[in-house]
């Protein structure tokens, strides 16, 4: 008798944790390395340089912070994939939602002189979730959207009811993904651009977590894009 064993999906997963253990180190490296030469270069004398000290030790806070961030979306990401994240679900008034993201993401989209428009209807149906996780998917998604527009552009929030679903589109006049990584920039630490990315403080991780987010709620993220015309992130949550 001959028993056979198919090891394709362990051979996956082995490789998937050594790419995931090999992408967490390359995104540490990089603000170590300039932590360590900034600090080196200080002690090395440029305590002394009165004119370049202070910028040098901005740039030590700065890497320390993405340090920060990356643990904070790790952890997080573990804790998710762990099942171990605890929702605390209650009625969610998504106008309310939609509004103190959009405030936060005011600043800097006027920096930008970018427009940002709300539209969502006074008979929208409540959902059922964790507003304040909720809260972290939209800005995430959000904060792309002012993030990836070049100065001048349009950001519109429209929110819809659709077969008993509440739908939030985040429509963007950005530089837009390509089709083939559409689906992809979802997975851990992917992105089209990575230096641009990196450049602009981002980790890479924040559409993964929100994937998993929307997922324990029951909802659903989709993207449609178009390069150089603009992105819509829509977010389906099921209404009560
Ligand atoms: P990041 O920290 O890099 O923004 P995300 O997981 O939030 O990580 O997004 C993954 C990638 O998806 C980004 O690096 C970017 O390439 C792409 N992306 C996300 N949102 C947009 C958008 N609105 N327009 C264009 N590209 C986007």
Redesign the pocket.
Known sequence: MLVLHDISELRRLERVRQDFVANVSHEFKTPLTAIQGFAETLLGGALDDTTNRRRFVEIIREHSARLDRLTDDLLKLSLIEAGKLELEFYPVNVAALVESCVDTARFRSAQKQLTLSVECPASLPQVRGDARRLAEVLQ?ILD??V??TPAGGKIAIHASIEDGQVKIDVT?T????PRDDQQR?FERF????AAR?REAG???????IAKHLVEAHGGRIEVE?EVGRG?T?SIFLPAI
């Open positions: 995430n792309n959207a993030q990836y963007d950005g530089i837009g993904i920039i992917y992105r089209v651009d990315s981002g980790t890479g991780l924040g559409l993964s894009s992105s992130f």
